[in-house]
């Protein structure tokens, strides 16, 4: 039994991992809050809900659309208006909650009030030691982790993304350096909302669409990054198991509110006594 | 400069789509208000009459249209608005021999007690409105009674969870049409001792909301009055997404069957992932969910043995009434769901009861409504609950018990519960 | 000297004004509109307070709660006279925000952000849970409506409106006089620069706790208020997104000057009013003006006519542009 809910966790900790990474990623370099990150997330699930059920595309092919589009109104939003907040904590968070509220109801004009549903692409269910776990939740953990191990290689191998954490860690420093830093904001807002897409269409497929879905992958994916460090990739992985392997084994033992009280406790716990998270920058 | 013009472009972009919904939005709302255009501007009185022609009968609606319950809150508001336009084109309500034509005034009473006190306070004193349809939180119905109940203004709530903040003696002015899930409870519970057995033992997985826990009270006591036994009692959050660790905590307990209350995506969620990790027994949901949603949401393969007391609206057993209100729905909308159909209730049984009444004081219309039967889109209805609420403003009417097993759904039965 | 004067006159004349509405104003829908004003002025200054030491709290939606909370408790369940659990519940949240504020404010900027939103999620979370106190998600219900005292009864929209107004212009008084005190210098210098502040030798950590103490107490103060007002709470009354509203008044405003969170909360808790005929379109309205402001006037709606002027004298030589642009920087109120 116990396997079966490190599964249901891993399954958890893949989105939240996609969600945080791309929120991680926007506050350490385009460096503002995003606090319409869970409407990205929402958007990317209602976009794959176009393409795939509206005009017939196969969901995967939805899916790269999907992240390739939500990653272009990340640009679009990050060079109108997000750029001029960079360290302006309360401007941003001003900013991102207007987002909030245009995306919220333009997408629930658009699309009508009511539930929708993404078909899923893949069916049946595989017995894994006695657990069971539909390939739903397999596509989830996979594609997730294709996702985090390429954003890792692209970090680690490629020039952007050794500028990026460049950028994350020392700004002033970078700017020095002769990293362009707009160009590089850019950058990590279409990854960022393309990583929040993902998870939206991967989430909308295993269960249903709303345009208020945005709230929960907000909260969660906060509690994340404050868990394994601000701006931190590794920290954002590592929060990312964490809460969702409290998900998983906790909820089945206690109650799911009693659960997430815990993890928010936890999390407050590790801020006081670790200030800037498990694995953030000093 | 270029990157200003820019976002002013887009600025201006978002408020002209703006204006251009909400013009869209208020197209359905022109065809109920034509009547009040010539409304002069005294507001002193409920009714107005033009120039000719009937009299205008002001009637609120305050609805959730923004925030997470506007997925229950707009389709509601929208049948709301087509209940008064067939009402205006029957003639409209007649009142001791006056026809009087409904004019909807729609607010948003947003998610919480405050912004429903707002709304509510604005029909009231601004628009002088004597009746008022609407409230979907129990929260809000509460903090709305605050200034309903001194104005006298008579509420009919759309639906509720059952407790008695919003319905008791000391609410003169309140009433309900639609059922509360623990009188769904006992009608769902006979209709599965007959239908399974020898499946005993139940499991409860509730909705963490404000009936939450007295629900669970009641439906035990049903459990054990019916010979059955309640293995766990599971609450889980109104915004869960993953219902895995929550199955698997129900599968643990080992139980024939589990009844549930949930919103309809959440329901789906429950169904499919129950499915999936190897749950096999009946699931039953005490909240009217739409059976074609929860068997969209949980993809037809998975949807087996869900039992919900919602009607399936394409079922013959549908009664031509109602099937007429679905395809107006559907032209007007190009989409339908129980959330559509459900609401239509509150705002018709108003409507027959000022005319029981034959008088606007709302004082008369709730003497008359307490002791009237009354036709509803299920059939026939009488009010109830003064043992339950210590007041008889519970509606009692029948409900559809509907079972989807896959791809095909049957309505089993209409039962009339008893509210005593 | 005189301008002080003026200001002050400008200042009575507008309380005067306020205190006659209710005789000509007959209107309970505009006196209720008022009062929900008055809520977001009360909360949209006190959330300054704390921000006058550079601390962004989102913590203000659980003082609200912790106030609601204990007032309606203790007069509900002690009996206490609301008259006493309108203070008690400003000392309850704010000896609340002396322990929290003590261990929060090790964290700066964004971290102490977060914390306090986790805190506000949390005493969501715990009212949600502790069904026996609180009465769960359901919350309280059938609260009562203050003790008479004198002429008001609390019958009526009026007296509340009174008694909100007191309380504004009481809590308002109290900050103003806070800020423009010693205290108030010491406050600002600890969020000008910090390490210099404690230099020479300002206990930084102790302000930042009281001026984080301070706030919660007026957060607590008005939850007491809202709860006998609205006769309900519930949990879903303060999730943080109560934090971030008092925010947006804050800084949509003007952060940086008193005036600015009162005219923050007159404009935008009136915008949505005056879009109720948008009904489920209404956000775009409200997101519009927020957007505008934010981008257009960064410092909030207070400096609009500064900034107008400055678009005026566009035409003007640049040696004039420029120093306008340092009266512009160097002006702090």
Known sequence: MYVQDLLNGLTSAGIYILIALGLTLILGIVGIVQMAHGEMYMVGAYVVYLFSMSMGLPYFAALVISIILVGCLGIVVERLFLRRFRGDVEGAIICTTAFILVLQTAVKGIAGPSYKDIASPVEGVVEVFGARLSWEEIVIILVSAVLVVALLVSIKWTKPGQAMMAISEDLVGATLQGINVDRLSSIAMFIGCGLAAAAGGLIGATFSLEPFMGGFALTQGITVIILGGLGSVPGAIIGGLILGLIDGLLTPQVSPTIASIVGLVIVILILLFRPKGLLGYE | ?420 | ?333
């Not at chain 2, 999936?276 to 993809?299: C, F, H, M, R, W």
């Not at chain 2, 393969?301 to 209100?325: H, N, R």
């Not at chain 2, 959330?339 to 049984?349: A, E, G, Q, T």
Request: charged share 15%; glycine share 8%.
């Open chain 2, 1 to 420: 400069m270029k990157r200003l013009t820019v976002i002013v472009l887009v600025l201006s972009m978002i408020v002209a789509l703006g204006l251009f919904a909400a013009a869209c939005g208020s197209e359905g709302e022109t065809t109920t208000s034509q009547q009040g255009a010539t409304t002069t501007e005294q507001g002193s009185a409920t009714t107005t009459a033009p120039a000719g022609g009937a009299k205008v009968l002001k009637i609120g609606v305050t609805a959730p249209l923004t925030g997470p319950s506007s997925s229950a809150g707009i389709p509601h508001m929208r049948m709301t608005e087509i209940c008064a336009d067939w009402i205006n084109e029957n003639g409209g309500i007649d009142v001791n021999g006056e026809k009087y034509t409904i004019e909807l005034i729609i607010e948003d009473e947003g998610e919480t007690p405050d912004s429903g006190v707002t709304a509510a306070t604005k029909l009231i004193e601004q628009d002088k409105v004597s009746f008022i349809v609407g409230t979907i939180s129990p929260q809000i119905a509460a903090a709305v009674a605050s200034v309903s109940e001194p104005a006298k203004v008579i509420r009919c709530l759309w639906h509720g969870e059952g407790t008695n903040v919003e319905l008791n003696a000391d609410l003169p002015y309140t009433f309900r049409v639609s059922i509360c899930p623990h009188d769904f409870a006992m009608e769902l519970l006979k209709y599965h001792v007959e239908a399974y057995p020898e499946a005993k033992n139940i499991t409860l997985l509730f909705i963490d909301n404000s009936a939450g826990v007295i629900l669970a009270e009641q439906v035990q006591e049903m459990i054990t009055s019916l010979g059955l036994t309640n293995v766990e009692t599971i609450m889980y959050p109104v915004d869960t997404q993953d219902f895995s660790p929550i199955i698997s905590n129900v599968m643990r307990g080992k139980p024939d069957a589990v009844v549930c209350t949930a919103l309809p995506h959440l329901m789906g969620g429950i169904l499919k992932t129950a499915r999936q990790k190897g749950y096999e027994g009946p699931i039953y949901n005490l909240s009217p969910t739409s059976p074609d949603t929860v068997q969209k949401i949980a993809s037809p393969d998975l949807s087996t043995e869900c039992i919900v007391p919602a009607p399936d609206l394409t079922s013959p057993k549908v009664p031509d009434l109602m099937k007429e209100m679905v395809q107006k729905a559907l032209d007007k909308h190009g989409e339908v769901s129980w959330d559509y159909i459900r609401p239509f209730n509150s705002l018709w049984v108003l409507a027959q009861a000022i005319e029981a009444a034959k008088t606007l004081d709302t004082t008369e219309v709730a003497k008359a409504w307490e002791n009237m039967s009354f036709k509803v889109l299920e059939g026939e209805g009488t009010m109830g609950g003064l043992e339950t609420y210590g007041i008889n403003h519970q509606a009692v009417i029948p409900f559809a018990i509907t079972k989807i097993s896959g791809p095909t759904m049957e309505l089993i039965k209409w039962v009339t519960p008893s509210i005593p």
């Open chain 3, 1 to 333: 000297m005189n301008s002080r004067l003026y200001k002050a006159i400008g200042w009575l004349t507008l309380l005067v004004i306020l205190c006659l509405v209710p005789l000509f104003m007959k209107q309970n829908y505009v006196l209720h509109v008022l009062i929900t004003i008055g809520v977001g002025v009360v909360l949209a200054n006190s959330l300054r307070f704390v921000f006058l030491t550079g601390q962004l709290s989102l913590g203000h939606g659980a003082m609200v709660s912790l106030g609601a909370y204990f007032s309606s408790l203790t007069v509900m369940n002690l009996g206490l006279s609301f008259w006493l659990a309108l203070p008690l519940a400003g000392v309850f949240a704010m000896i609340v925000s002396f322990f929290t504020g003590y261990l929060f404010t090790r964290l700066k900027g964004f971290y102490f952000a977060m914390v306090t939103m986790f805190l506000t999620m949390v005493v969501q979370l715990v009212a949600e849970q502790w069904r026996g106190l609180t009465g769960g998600v359901g919350g309280l219900t059938n609260i009562p409506p203050p003790n008479a005292i004198g002429a008001l009864g609390f019958d009526s929209k009026a007296d509340f409106y009174y008694l909100m107004l007191a309380i504004a212009v009481i809590s308002l008084l109290i900050m103003y006089l806070l800020e423009f005190s010693r205290l108030g210098l010491t406050l600002t210098s600890v969020r000008d620069s910090e390490a210099l502040a404690a230099s020479v030798g300002v206990n930084t950590r102790f302000y930042k706790v009281l001026a984080f103490g301070l706030g919660g107490f007026f957060a607590g103060v008005v939850g007491s208020f809202y709860c006998h007002y609205y006769s309900a709470v519930s949990p879903s009354s303060f999730t943080f997104m109560l934090s971030i509203d008092v925010l947006v008044f804050m800084v949509v405003g003007g952060r940086h000057r008193f005036v600015g969170p009162i005219l923050g909360a007159v404009v935008l808790t009136v915008i949505p009013e005056l879009g109720r005929g948008m009904k489920e379109y209404e956000p775009f309205i409200y997101a519009a003006v927020l957007l505008l402001i934010i981008v257009f006037l960064p410092r909030g709606l207070i400096s609009l006519p500064e900034q107008v002027r400055i678009l005026l004298r566009r035409g003007t030589s640049p040696s004039e542009r420029a120093a306008s642009a340092i009266t512009r920087g160097s002006h702090r109120a």
